[in-house]
């Protein structure tokens, strides 16, 4: 056998689906949700995207994994709307939490000021700066 490295993206998302599978046959039925990407987007009246929020749905929880807002419309509350909409569609679909990471450059307050809570953090990461990560329970 061989280590090889590989930059093939379905080499990645066979590893992951791999995992998922590994993961599924250890956890009781009653955890088991389907593994679900989602998004919202905001669009300018031209039609172009100038934010948005990304994120993955699984085992009853959703990890946000982007939210951008275009700097022209930053500060207008966009990525509170995005934010919620997220939260809402995790509570519609029966999530206990949500959870997402950020850099201390970027929004670690704006997520503490929506009701966000800081359950660990790496310090000097990447050096000079902290990521954080932050949760939400609707439960």
């Given at each position: 056998?061989?280590?090889?490295?590989?930059?093939?993206?379905?080499?990645?998302?066979?590893?992951?689906?791999?995992?998922?599978?590994?993961?599924?046959?250890?956890?009781?039925?009653?955890?088991?949700?389907?593994?679900?990407?989602?998004?919202?987007?905001?669009?300018?009246?031209?039609?172009?995207?100038?934010?948005?929020?990304?994120?993955?749905?699984?085992?009853?929880?959703?990890?946000?994994?982007?939210?951008?807002?275009d700097?022209?419309?930053?500060?207008?509350?966009?990525?509170?709307?995005?934010?919620?909409?997220?939260?809402?569609?995790?509570?519609?679909?029966?999530?206990?939490?949500?959870?997402?990471?950020?850099?201390?450059?970027?929004?670690?307050e704006?997520?503490?000021?929506?009701?966000y809570?800081?359950?660990?953090?790496?310090?000097?990461?990447?050096?000079?700066?902290?990521?954080?990560?932050?949760?939400?329970?609707?439960?």
């Amino acid at each position: 056998m061989n280590v090889i490295q590989q930059g093939k993206q379905e080499d990645s998302e066979f590893i992951r689906k791999s995992l998922i599978a590994y993961n599924m046959q250890q956890v009781p039925d009653h955890i088991k949700t389907p593994n679900e990407d989602i998004n919202f987007v905001l669009k300018n009246n031209n039609g172009e995207i100038v934010g948005g929020i990304t994120g993955n749905m699984y085992w009853h929880h959703l990890k946000v994994n982007f939210l951008w807002v275009d700097e022209k419309v930053r500060k207008e509350g966009y990525g509170s709307k995005l934010l919620k909409k997220m939260e809402e569609f995790a509570i519609h679909n029966g999530c206990r939490l949500i959870w997402l990471d950020t850099f201390s450059f970027q929004a670690p307050e704006f997520y503490k000021k929506n009701g966000y809570e800081v359950f660990g953090m790496l310090e000097n990461h990447p050096e000079g700066f902290s990521q954080y990560f932050l949760q939400k329970r609707f439960e």
